[in-house]
């Protein structure tokens, strides 16, 4: 059942891009959603700028929460992942492997940061913005999947 249950988590994982990440520090809780991309091991990685509000609450206290679900009008289809874990700063002689995993996932903003060199004025920007931003990365030490097709408040358990 374990690998049976890792492999679906794997596939939610690639099939989603976005997920809500939670924080709390000082200033309390806080939610943040980002793009992601998933590796084998079901660690996500993130891209945000290093003075966001998620991503100081995660240098104070590595401990964060995320979910992915895709929106839906009908409580009997909600699926979804909910997770907790940890969450840091992808060290630099990493950021290239991650970067370049995260483009081949997201390849509109290769495109943007390809168009940057042609002087592009909104491509420039994100290119900007994109080189200022760290990857981070999201361990997971519990996850559930949730599927309520499989009857009201179906959800599995995977410790990792």
Do not use: K
Not at 22 to 38: N, R
Not at 45 to 64: C, E, K, M, N, Q
Not at 134 to 150: G, H, K, M, S, V
């Amino acid at each position: 059942m374990p690998a049976d249950l890792r492999a679906r988590i794997l596939t939610y994982l690639h099939e989603h891009h976005v997920l809500s990440l939670a924080t709390t520090a000082t200033g309390g809780p806080w939610a943040a959603s980002v793009f992601y991309v998933a590796h084998e091991s079901l660690s996500v990685y993130f891209i945000s700028a290093p003075d966001s509000r998620h991503v100081r609450d995660l240098t104070r206290d590595p401990r964060v929460a995320v979910t992915i679900n895709p929106t839906t009008v009908d409580w009997a289809s909600i699926t979804g992942i909910q997770a907790e874990g940890l969450a840091e700063v992808v060290p630099n002689a990493r950021r290239p492997a991650v970067e370049a995993l995260y483009l081949t996932r997201f390849p509109a903003v290769a495109a943007l940061l390809r168009a940057s060199g042609d002087g592009d004025g909104d491509a420039r920007r994100v290119a900007d913005r994109f080189a200022a931003s760290r990857f981070y990365c999201f361990t997971p030490a519990r996850l559930r999947l949730i599927d309520n097709r499989l009857g009201f408040g179906h959800r599995e358990e995977l410790l990792l």
